[in-house]
């Protein structure tokens, strides 16, 4: 049975040519699907080129959402590549293919373009109340090296190794069907982006399944070319609500609610700093919007329905 190869794009008209024509060099054995969320530019139009399916949505519902709509477009195909835009496979997808039927999930390498692994983006760890405070309060931005944030992005892993792991990026992550099927797929309501991927990977481990990393498949990797295309404003808010949606429904209560403190606190001097770098309110209401998040998800114990900045 042929695997499938799921894109979501959004604004993608620059990348997704190339990521295309590497997967049918390298896999054209495999059914492709791009399922659009309603870009601006000439994305669909360059896919369209392609003999590859295509859908596309009439509003951004979200990459969960968007995900899960590709799977189901190919019943028949099992396993499932999600793989972003933006990553172009530098080898083909047999040992993947394997790994991935023999543990339930199966992920690579990620390179930037000069060659050098991503490392602390490829592999993560799930996120622990100490990390996600450490990387709330802005330590470890200001000191990447301490403990916690090492443990946290496996900087204590040799990626030139494979190995078992928890976190790999949603960029380049296979699946069975099986497994997303007894998940109920991507969770649609971490919208429209953020700590869907790691969501999904820490219910697969809770149910049991193995997560296998493989370093002799790798992709060529950008990094941040849909998010970036977010409007500013709202980057930082579905940042932290998607965050704060992840701790509230993996975290004790205590842990969901110190992180809730810990983004208010580390939030203050972003308000400041960005006021003063951008010298504009534009920051300025980004961050006040997730102080209020906080501290309403904080009192209540829940995390409410945020819409867009204007």
């Known amino acids: 049975m042929a695997g499938a190869v799921v894109i ?28 659009d969320n309603r870009s601006s530019d000439q994305t669909v139009a360059h896919v369209k080129q392609r003999s590859v399916m295509v859908i596309e949505n009439k ?24 793989l972003n835009p933006d990553a172009r496979l530098q080898t083909g997808l047999t040992q993947l293919t394997a790994d991935c039927h023999k543990h339930g999930l199966a992920a690579g390498r990620l390179v930037d373009p000069s060659g050098n692994v991503q490392a602390g983006f490829t592999l993560r760890r799930f996120p622990t109340v100490a990390a ?50 007894k998940l109920g797929g991507l969770d649609e309501s971490f919208h429209p982006v953020w700590f869907e991927d790691v969501d999904f990977c820490k219910r697969a481990m809770d149910a049991g399944y193995g997560i296998y990393f493989d370093p002799s498949v790798a992709a060529e990797h950008d990094g941040g070319s849909s998010v ?26 205590l842990g969901f609610r110190t992180v809730c403190a810990a983004v208010v606190v580390g939030s203050i001097p972003r308000v400041v700093a960005g006021a003063i770098r951008e010298r504009s309110l534009q920051s300025v209401r980004s961050y006040w919007k997730v102080i209020w998040v906080s501290v309403r998800s904080f009192i209540q114990a829940a995390v409410p329905e945020v819409s867009p900045a204007r």
């Not at 090296?145 to 990026?169: F, M, W």
Request: positive net charge; glycine residues 6%.
């Open 8 to 35: 979501v794009t959004y604004n993608s008209a620059v990348e997704i040519g190339s990521c295309l024509d590497a997967v049918a060099r390298l896999a054209p054995e495999w059914q492709v699907v791009v399922v």
């Open 59 to 82: 509003e951004n519902r979200g990459f969960a959402a968007a995900v899960n709509q590709g799977v189901r477009a190919l019943p028949d195909a099992n396993p499932i590549l999600l």
């Open 132 to 181: 996600v405070v450490f990387e709330s309060l802005g330590i470890n931005k200001l000191w990447p090296s301490n403990p916690v944030n090492r443990h946290y992005r496996y900087l204590d892993l040799d990626l030139n190794q494979p190995a078992l792991v928890e976190q790999p990026a949603g960029a380049l992550l296979m699946f069975r069907r099986d497994v997303w099927t």
């Open 228 to 253: 970036g295309k977010i409007p500013s404003g709202n980057r930082a808010v579905f940042w932290y609500v998607s965050l704060l949606r992840y701790t509230r429904k993996h975290f004790t209560m």
